[in-house]
T-cell receptor, first 115, second 111 residues
């Protein structure tokens, strides 16, 4: 009964390709996030959705497009992959508007390698 | 703007040593403060939190006290174990329920 799951866990692809990463949470949370973690473990917020609406959209290339078909899913599509996109991508979720609004539950990560 | 500064790692200690990982913050008002931990190959998980000044968060033997005078939230543990080896992130609660993250501190515990 995984709380936040991501697929795939590993993704190796060539420059110029298009790929998607999927995320699902079964916690009943209303907010989901995508983060990028680089090789030095620095964590950067990319997007956040609350009840399927985009609320955080940091400075991220247009090649990255999130999509939230429902509250439990947040997918990330990446066009024209570049070498610099290689990183670990984490999905997370939280229930905002409560005392635990900032408690985010993370998925296991997707390690993307662009060659 | 709001920001979090953590001590640079890696921090290398022997088992049963005392641990301190420093964290200071810059913020308007009094945001909630957090420590998250990332074990190798896993996602982050909440370790402890403090929601107001002088609060002490604690979990799994780790503690951190919210000090508004020094704008700090240092993580401590009295006796570390090899299983504590991980990357530790300090964070503060920002607008839109966004967490403002520190750079992370890698902790290595040697037996």
């Amino acid at each position: 009964d995984t709380a936040v799951s991501q697929t795939p866990k590993y993704l190796v692809t060539q420059m110029g390709n298009d790929k998607s990463i999927k995320c699902e949470q079964n916690l009943g949370h209303d907010t989901m996030y995508w983060y990028k973690q680089d090789s030095k473990k620095f964590l950067k917020i990319m997007f956040s959705y609350n009840n399927k609406e985009l609320i955080i959209n940091e400075t991220v290339p247009n090649r990255f497009s999130p999509k939230s078909p429902d509250k439990a899913h947040l997918n990330l599509h990446i066009n024209s992959l570049e070498l610099g996109d290689s990183a670990v991508y984490f999905c997370a979720s939280s229930q905002v508007g409560t005392g635990d609004s900032y408690e985010q539950y993370f998925g296991p990560g997707t390690r993307l390698t662009v060659t | 703007g709001n920001s979090v500064t953590q001590m640079e790692g890696p921090v290398t200690l022997s088992e049963e040593a005392f641990l301190t990982i420093n964290c200071t913050y810059t913020a308007t008002g009094y945001p909630s403060l957090f420590w998250y931990v990332q074990y190798p190959g896993e996602g982050l998980q909440l370790l402890l939190k403090a929601t107001k000044a002088d609060d002490k968060g604690s979990n799994k033997g780790f503690e951190a006290t919210y000090r508004k005078e020094t704008t700090s939230f240092h993580l401590e543990k009295g006796s570390v174990q090899v299983s504590d080896s991980a990357v530790y992130f300090c964070a503060l609660g920002g607008s839109n329920y966004q967490l403002i993250w520190g750079a992370g501190t890698k902790l290595i515990i040697k037996p």
